[in-house]
């Protein structure tokens, strides 16, 4: 294999990584985004029966968690949907585990 058969691979390789690299900031921004939001909007006259942000963390974890799986579900037929959700949550694991460390 001579070297201009290895750019291709080199510039794909590179590709893929800025695309993860703008993918992570935009999911970081969307994040922080949510997170403000939910502050502002789970006060106890918003959730109803009263309470706070900790108090619902569970209804609006479960609610975040199926209306993303329902968008991916609508955008891919359910397998692929299942290998992109698959794939996310092993690498918040990843994340996760190598926080503990």
């Not at 502002?40 to 619902?56: D, F, T, V």
């Not at 955008?75 to 992109?84: C, G, I, T």
């Amino acid at each position: 294999m001579n070297k201009s058969d290895n750019e291709p691979d080199a510039d794909l390789a590179r590709n893929v990584a800025l695309l993860r690299l703008r993918m992570d900031a935009d999911v970081s921004r969307l994040k922080a985004s949510l997170a403000t939001w939910i502050d502002h909007n789970s006060g106890p006259e918003q959730i109803g029966g009263g309470g706070s942000l900790r108090a619902k963390i569970v209804e609006i974890s479960a609610a975040l968690l199926e209306t993303a799986i329902d968008h991916y579900i609508r955008l891919h037929d359910a397998p692929d949907a299942l290998d992109l959700i698959q794939s996310c949550f092993r690498r918040q694991a990843e994340k996760f585990r190598a926080s503990l460390q």
